[in-house]
């Protein structure tokens, strides 16, 4: 219901439009200076869309990329690494053993508000760093660490209300702020509305880095920040989830009961997006079901509400770790 009655299927742009700036009251970067006590603010219900899904043909063309990338050790994003290091992705790609990323993932966190009240999106430094350690608590057994490199702060409130995706407020916002290379973690936090106002969050992939590098990053609803007014979904999991499109993982609902489904061979096929948090849910099972074989309604990747999903699997960990070194030259030891 969630998911299924609302217009989410998004085609994600790969064009930056040229956009004018100078409409905008913009109050730059604060770095640290942020406000330091948590927000006080009454949580309300809300059903809520997680997130946007991207086509089935632009993932095949992303998916046959992806292959012959790893057939030829070559990426978009680095189209020479073979020859300039030894420690190339096809030698890196052949390691085995359990892994952990080397250094943290650097992270920018874009606070965008319609003024300065926490209430109107300004969120407090603590919440920022609350979500931060969300990151790092999902991700990791995926072996992945996340460090917060900067904050900044901006007073925008078309940003703020209508940075949906593909829209110009995005590109625009986008364009100003983003920091850093393929392998650092940009997030913006706003609030959705119109068409988007039942969304929680929207990232890009590592493999669209190329093509739209300034595009990067993931887009966050302000209040589902630990201890955010979003009720059900203020335990910074979108953030998670959207970090997971970011590092290269698809729904686990994406391709419904058919291989090859969200391209990880551990994670239950799924028909149809979580609600709630239905336990023994199997949306892909016809007649008995069998241990094993329920939905993966825990996971980070489907769509259930924040204290129901606290896991990724071995198969994810695997995707995530080969499209990290691949598009983000993201290096595990
Ligand atoms: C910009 O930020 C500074 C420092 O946090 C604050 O004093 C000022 O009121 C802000 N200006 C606007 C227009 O939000
Ligand atoms: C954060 O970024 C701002 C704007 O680019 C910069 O002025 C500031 O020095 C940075 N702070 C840190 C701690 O890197
Ligand atoms: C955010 O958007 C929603 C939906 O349009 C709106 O009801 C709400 O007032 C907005 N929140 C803020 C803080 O502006
Ligand atoms: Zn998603």
Request: glycine share 10%; charged share 15%; aromatic share 10%.
């Amino acid at each position: 219901m969630i998911m299924m009655s609302f217009p989410l299927k998004l085609f994600l742009s790969l064009t930056i439009l040229a956009t004018e700036l100078g409409a905008f009251q913009t109050n730059g970067s604060h770095g640290w200076a942020g406000l330091n006590s948590r927000a006080n603010l009454r949580p309300r219900e809300v059903q809520r869309g997680r997130c946007t899904e991207v086509d089935p043909t632009t993932i095949e063309r992303y998916e046959r990329q992806f292959s012959l990338d790893r057939a030829h050790g070559l990426s978009s994003t680095f189209p020479n690494l073979q020859e300039r290091t030894p420690d190339s992705p096809t030698r890196r790609a052949g390691l085995t053993k359990r892994q952990t990323l080397q250094n943290p993932i650097d992270v920018w966190f874009h606070v965008i508000s319609a003024d300065t009240t926490p209430e109107n999106g300004n969120v407090p430094l603590l919440q920022v760093i609350d979500q931060i350690d969300a990151l790092n608590l999902g991700f990791g057994p995926p072996g992945l660490r996340f460090a917060l490199r900067n904050v900044t702060r901006t007073v925008n409130a078309d940003w703020f209300n209508n940075g949906g995706p593909g829209t110009s407020q995005q590109d625009a916002m986008k364009a100003s702020l983003r920091q850093g290379g393929p392998a650092v973690l940009n997030i913006y936090s706003v609030n959705f509305s119109g068409t988007w106002s039942s969304l929680l969050g929207y990232s890009t992939f590592p493999q669209t880095y190329a093509s739209a590098p300034t595009d990067d990053g993931i887009v966050i609803h302000f209040a589902s920040l630990p201890g955010g007014p979003l009720a059900s979904y203020n335990q910074g999991k979108t953030g998670v989830h959207e970090t997971g499109h970011w590092v290269g993982l698809y729904h686990t609902f994406q391709g419904s009961c058919f291989d090859p489904g969200d391209y990880v061979a551990d994670t239950q096929p799924e028909a149809t997006p979580s609600e709630g948090c239905m336990e023994g849910r199997a949306t892909c099972v016809v007649g008995d079901v069998l241990e094993g074989e329920v939905d993966p309604i825990h996971n980070y990747m489907d769509y259930s509400p924040d204290a129901c999903m606290y896991e990724f699997t071995p198969g994810q960990a695997d995707r995530a770790r080969m499209q990290l070194m691949f598009y983000r030259g993201i290096a595990y030891h």
